[in-house]
């Protein structure tokens, strides 16, 4: 793969690195909140149904940021094999990683046989 192809990669990657971190930061700050900061009243107070559905948005936003957190560790694992100039070789059998693969998910780090093994293991 060529140098300016690289290049083109890891700006991408860097792009969705700061989404993904903003992401995350925006997480976090909601995490802060308390469930009375939330629905305004004392948490005593509160009706079942309505603690019930804050309780289920927390969970969906722990699994969201969660989500998040591991996305942006596959993108800093792509980005430091463009440093160590392994971006685009399986980091399972050492062969090549398409670029329609990487076009698709520049953060990829299997090639298309490897991913579909480790699916099926």
Known sequence: MNTTRIASFAAVLEVERERVRA??????????????????ENNYRDHMADQGSATFARELDMTLEESARERLARIERALARIEADTYGVCVRCGGTVSIDRLEAMPEASLCIACKEHEENA
Do not use: P, T
């Not at 992401?23 to 305004?40: K, R, T, Y």
């Open 23 to 40: 992401e995350i930061a925006e997480f976090e700050l909601e995490d802060q909140e308390s469930l009375s900061e939330v629905s305004g």
